[in-house]
Nanobody, 126 residues
């Protein structure tokens, strides 16, 4: 499977960005998906995840209420709408696919995601 993340850039604090993740090579609609980020010197962290059926989502406390994850299974696409951006949101953002199809619950464990996109840079200036 190949994942291609895009949509990053430079934005002022308080602004918005929409990240996209294009998937190919696997039955996208049967896998939970997640958005991770990694800031310089920090570990990679999960910020949002969505179930294969779009029935449930997960958000980290740091982005809850500001970010919205969504997916379009017909287009093999996943999105992350990021509003009210803060300088601490600056990071490389990665999309990732769960290793197991039809997982009942959205997993927050990074080791459960086995395919990763190349990352897209998000820089939020103060």
């Amino acid at each position: 499977v190949q994942l291609q993340a895009s949509g990053g850039g430079l934005v002022q604090a308080g602004g918005s960005l929409r990240l996209s993740c294009a998937a190919s090579g696997r039955t996208f609609s049967t896998y939970n998906m997640g958005w991770f980020r990694q800031a310089p010197g920090n570990e990679r962290e999960l910020v949002a995840a969505i179930k294969w059926s779009s029935g449930s989502t997960y958000y980290s406390d740091s982005v809850k209420g500001r970010f919205t994850i969504s997916r379009d299974n017909a287009k093999n696409m996943m999105y992350l709408q990021m509003n009210s951006l803060k300088p601490e949101d600056t990071a490389v953002y990665y999309c990732a696919a769960d290793s197991r199809p039809y997982r009942v619950t959205v997993t927050t464990r990074m080791n459960d995601y086995d395919y990763w996109g190349q990352g897209t840079h998000v820089t939020v200036s103060s």
